[in-house]
């Protein structure tokens, strides 16, 4: 008889349309709603909340479902020790609870954390260390086990130039795909110049090859997709006239361009990312140029494009409400591919009042929006990061979007279950 009450009180929870959850247990101030925006198939519940208020963080990052149960998400603290930043890991079980945190300090001090990548034994990230004798910025890419212990850290030898590792793929002989850009200018602290850098380094740094990139004049590559046989990379691009582009390029894993495509943008640094699903790319472009015949601004501009350049899949996309509210452009911050369907997760920032609003979205590979929720939190928490560990849970970091007089940011970790509403396919 309890396993009926149990399962018709999760049904019930489930079937609601709109609901709102006070995880008064944690935190009576903390007041989570959540609307659903599509024609959804599911609802999406919140199983459990953990604040992090008064921690001193400046920021909280990326967060990782790890296959041993549980998480790792990261919180960035002020250095005790040198001008820097340092990058705590917090190790999390399925129900919230901490089990460790471990702060990652190094021989110099780090300006910033730029990427994490988890796998089922490691756990990578790329910083960017300050030599200031030197005048030198130093990618490191670090490697530490699943419990946060440093296995090895791979300073990339950089001549000349000032450089940034972005993104990174490890490989298993220890060697490092890696994209970012290279700035020919000998101030730490100045912004030129620059072009988008991608190449192969082996575990003591030593670079195997690099590409500086010619597209336009000035350009930053981001997230990239390795695959068998070639380098997918996105970012931004500009010409000798200031004018804005977001491009897509095609390398073989020598470093050769094989071709590139690229959007006008008004944007320096628009959100970009991409992805592969059924050996096809899909690149999605957040608040994307005005759309044609239309005077409001698109979200987002979907393309699926075949891994030879040809473009199979052009269309705008609109997220339901969003020509009603008065709001800055909708940020991406994260994308998970879980068979043929992809999850957007970002924000935006309504202006009057002055509130921040989540959206989570899954849509198709054709590029069809098949549920979506708008995120709301009294406290204004905006999403960083979303990881799953199935079809159906999901966890979520968030921070609070505008601080005002505070002088540090808050974080919010959250549980969610995809519940699948009665009688949808």
Not at 8 to 37: D, G, W, Y
Not at 40 to 65: Q, S
Request: hydrophobic share 45%; aromatic share 10%.
């Amino acid at each position: 008889m309890v396993k009926f009450i149990s399962y018709f009180k999760r049904l019930f929870i489930c079937l609601m349309t709109v609901f709102l959850v006070i995880i008064s247990s944690i935190s009576p101030s903390l007041a989570i709603e959540i609307i659903p925006l599509a024609k959804n198939t599911h609802t999406l519940e919140v199983e459990w909340a953990k604040p992090f208020m008064g921690e001193e963080a400046i920021n909280y990052g990326a967060v990782e479902a790890l296959p041993q149960n549980g998480i790792v998400f990261v919180k960035i603290i002020k250095s005790t020790s040198n001008p820097g930043v340092t990058p705590v890991l917090i190790r999390m079980d399925s129900n919230g609870n901490i089990l460790w945190e471990k702060g990652i300090e190094l021989s110099r001090p780090i300006k910033r954390i730029n990427n994490f990548i988890f796998s089922l034994d490691h756990i990578f990230t790329a910083a960017e260390t300050i030599d200031y004798k030197n005048r030198k910025i130093i990618p490191v890419i670090i490697k530490m086990d699943i419990d946060g212990n440093i296995i090895n850290k791979t300073e990339l030898n950089i001549k000349g130039c000032l450089a940034t590792v972005i993104d990174f793929v490890p490989q298993n002989n220890g060697n490092y795909y890696y994209s970012g850009l290279r700035m020919c200018f000998d101030d730490i602290d100045s912004l030129g110049w620059q072009h988008g850098w991608i190449g192969l380094c082996n575990i003591e740094g030593n670079i195997i090859w690099q590409t500086f990139s010619n597209i336009l004049t000035r350009s930053i590559f981001l997230p990239f997709v390795l695959d068998e046989n070639d380098i997918f990379v996105t970012g931004a691009a500009s010409d000798v006239n200031d004018e804005s582009s977001v491009i897509l390029a095609s390398y073989t894993k020598e470093g050769k361009l094989k071709w590139y495509l690229s959007e006008l943008d008004d944007r320096v640094h628009p959100a970009i990312i991409i992805k592969t699903i059924n050996n096809d790319i899909v690149w999605i472009i957040s608040s994307i140029k005005r759309e044609p015949l239309n005077s409001k601004p698109s979200n987002l501009l979907w393309k699926k494009i075949s891994k030879d350049g040809d473009i199979i899949l052009s269309k705008y996309i609109k997220i339901s409400g969003w020509d009603n509210i008065k709001a800055g452009p909708i940020k991406l911050y994260c994308n998970n591919v879980i068979g043929n369907k992809v999850w957007l997760a970002g924000g935006y920032v309504e202006k009057h009042p002055k509130k921040a609003v989540n959206i989570f979205y899954q849509i198709d590979a054709n590029g069809e929006a098949v549920n979506g929720f708008t995120i709301k939190e009294k406290n204004n928490f905006a999403i960083v990061d979303v990881s799953f560990t199935s079809d159906d849970t999901l966890y979520m970091v968030l921070i609070t979007a505008f601080k005002g007089d505070q002088k540090f940011i808050d974080g919010l970790v959250l549980k969610l279950k995809l519940c699948k509403k009665q009688g949808t396919m």
